[in-house]
């Protein structure tokens, strides 16, 4: 098969990640793999460190 079956054109390919950035509650980062929210609670994500992150930045997203 061909990459081009499944390959996306940058613009494409950002238009989910774009969708998810101006839907954000104010309250906190929604993290997403696959189109399918990521619950932030699992042990794989230090809230501490998620919330450094998103202090730092809030402003660009």
């Known amino acids: 098969m061909s990459a081009g079956l499944f390959?996306?054109?940058?613009a494409?390919?950002?238009k989910d990640t774009l969708?998810?950035?101006d839907a954000q509650p104010d309250e906190r980062l929604i993290l997403r793999a696959v189109g399918k929210p990521v619950d932030p609670a699992?042990?794989?994500f230090?809230?501490?460190n998620a919330r450094g992150?998103?202090?730092?930045t809030r402003e660009m997203i």
């Open 53 to 56: 992150l998103y202090e730092l």
């Open 46 to 48: 230090d809230p501490q």
């Open 19 to 21: 969708a998810v950035m």
């Open 7 to 10: 390959a996306k054109s940058p």
């Open 12 to 14: 494409e390919s950002v």
């Open 42 to 44: 699992l042990a794989t």
